[in-house]
C-alpha cells in the first residue's frame, strides 16, 4: 500500500510542482515502453489536475540497439522528421513536455564509436527545434528518472534482477522528496524556495569569476557582466512556472565563452543520453576553448563530441551543488546526467541558455556571444565536483570570498 502511494505522489509531484499543469492545457509524454504502468498512472494525475489531452511518444532502448547491431553501416544519418514536428507543434500550442531520460549508459559501449557519432550528431540535430524551445522557455516542462532494467542493473548490480526495479524506485522516491515527508508538495515548495534564496545571493554579488580547487582541478571560470543565477524553478513565456528537472539540487549560470582556463577532472562518468558513456577525463581550457582532453574510457567518443560543432569545445553553464545533496549522501552512482548532475557541482559543454543572461532571450548571435554566450548544437553536463571542492567568488576588485569548501556552502542565507 505504501509503495502504491509513493507513485501515485511522484506522479503528483511530476504533474503538479514539475509541468504544473494547467487548466485545459495539452501534456505530451516522451517515455520508455517499460515504463507503461507509470505513464498510465501520470496520464490519470494530469487528467485531474485539468490536462485537455495528454499524448505519449514512445521510446525503446532495444530497438536503437538493434539497429546498430543490424542496420547497414551507410544509414545512420537518416532520420524520422515527425517526432521533431510533435514537439514543435506542442511548443506552438503551448503544451507541457514531461520527458523521461533515464537509459542504460552503456547501450552503445561497444558499438562502432564513428556510427554512435554520427547518429548523436544527426539526432542533436533533428531534435534542435525542441533544445530551442527549452533554451528560450517556449514550453513548460520536466526532465524525470524512471526505472528501466537496463539502468537498474547498472546502479544496481549486486541487488538480486527480480528486486531491482522495486529498489529503484524506493531511491527514486527517497532522492525526490516523496518518501522522506508526509507531505511532499509542500517540502518541494520549501526546497525551490531554498534554492532560488542561493541563486538571489549570486545575483546580488555578481562575482567576476570563480575559482575551482579540487585534485585533478585549477580552473578559472570567467563571468558575464549580465549573468543571471537561476535554480530549475522558471517560468515559460507564456508565465506557467515549472521545476525542469526532478530531482534538482543546483544553482546555476553561464560562464563567459572566452574567460575559461585552466585543468578541470570529471569526477563522475558521463553519459550523453545513452548514446556516449566516457569516464576518468579531464580537459584543460585556454581563453574558453579545450585545448586538451584525455579519457580512459570512451576517450575517442570525448574528441568526437567536443568536435560535434565549432563552439562544442566551450562552456554553456556553470552549476553549485553541495556534496551533502541526498543524491550524492545516497552513496549510487546512477551513470545518468539527470542524477548525478545533482549529487556534484557540475560543468557544461556547448550551449548557455539565453536565460543565464539579462536581457539575453532579446539578443541578436552577435550580442549574444560579445555577451560572452555560447551557441552549439550540444549542452552537455559532465561533474567535476566533490567533498574535496574548495570554490571561491572573484570581486569586481579582484577579492576571494569563500563559496563552498570541502564541497559544502561557505555562507548563509
Not at 142 to 158: E, M, N
Not at 337 to 342: F, G, R, S, V
Amino acid at each position: 500500500m505504501e509503495f502504491e502511494r509513493n507513485l501515485e505522489r511522484y506522479a503528483e509531484v511530476v504533474i503538479k510542482i514539475g509541468i504544473n499543469v494547467q487548466p485545459g492545457q495539452r501534456v505530451l509524454i516522451t517515455p520508455w515502453v517499460e515504463n507503461a504502468d507509470f505513464v498510465r498512472l501520470l496520464t490519470e494525475q494530469a487528467y485531474k489536475a485539468g490536462a485537455s489531452f495528454v499524448d505519449v511518444m514512445w521510446e525503446d532502448e532495444q530497438l536503437r540497439l538493434t539497429r546498430f547491431e543490424h542496420a547497414p553501416r551507410d544509414s545512420f544519418d537518416l532520420h524520422s522528421d515527425w517526432p521533431t514536428a510533435a514537439f514543435v507543434e506542442a511548443g506552438k500550442r503551448g503544451d507541457a513536455v514531461i520527458r523521461m531520460n533515464m537509459a542504460d549508459p552503456t547501450l552503445l559501449l561497444e558499438q562502432d564509436p564513428a556510427l554512435v557519432s554520427v547518429f548523436q550528431k544527426t539526432q542533436t540535430q533533428q531534435l534542435q527545434p525542441y533544445f530551442q524551445l527549452v533554451r528560450t522557455r517556449g514550453i513548460n516542462w520536466v526532465g524525470i528518472g524512471v526505472p528501466t532494467k537496463r539502468w537498474a542493473a547498472k546502479v544496481l548490480p549486486d541487488v538480486p534482477e527480480g528486486e531491482r526495479i522495486r529498489k529503484m524506485w524506493e531511491i527514486i522516491f527517497e532522492m525526490c522528496r516523496i518518501s522522506t515527508t508526509d507531505d511532499p508538495l509542500a517540502e518541494w515548495e520549501r526546497h525551490i524556495a531554498n534554492l532560488a534564496a542561493r541563486s538571489a545571493y549570486f545575483n546580488e554579488k555578481k562575482y567576476s569569476a570563480l575559482k575551482l580547487t579540487a585534485p585533478g582541478t585549477d580552473l578559472w571560470v570567467g563571468l558575464p557582466e549580465k549573468q543571471r543565477w537561476l535554480s530549475a524553478r522558471m517560468a515559460s513565456k507564456a508565465g506557467i512556472p515549472s521545476v525542469v528537472n526532478i530531482p534538482t539540487e543546483e544553482t546555476f549560470t553561464a560562464p563567459h565563452r572566452a574567460q575559461v582556463n585552466g585543468t578541470v577532472r570529471a569526477t563522475k562518468p558521463l553519459n550523453v543520453r545513452g548514446m556516449m558513456y566516457i569516464d576518468k577525463f579531464s580537459l584543460t581550457f585556454k581563453d574558453g576553448k579545450v585545448v586538451d582532453a584525455k579519457a580512459e574510457v570512451g576517450d575517442e567518443h570525448l574528441h568526437n563530441l567536443l568536435e560535434t560543432d565549432g563552439n562544442a569545445s566551450y562552456l554553456g553553464e556553470i552549476a553549485l551543488v553541495p556534496h551533502s545533496s541526498p543524491i550524492s549522501q545516497s552513496g549510487y552512482l546512477f551513470s545518468s546526467t539527470l542524477y548525478d548532475e545533482n549529487a556534484s557541482c557540475h560543468i557544461a559543454l556547448g550551449s548557455a541558455y539565453r536565460f543565464s543572461f539579462e536581457g539575453g532571450e532579446e539578443m541578436s548571435p552577435e550580442e549574444f556571444e560579445a555577451a560572452g554566450g555560447n551557441s552549439s548544437l550540444i549542452h552537455t553536463d559532465f561533474m567535476v565536483g566533490s567533498e574535496n571542492m574548495d570554490i571561491d567568488g572573484i570581486t569586481t576588485g579582484g577579492k576571494a570570498e569563500p563559496v563552498m569548501r570541502s564541497g559544502e556552502w561557505a555562507f548563509d542565507i
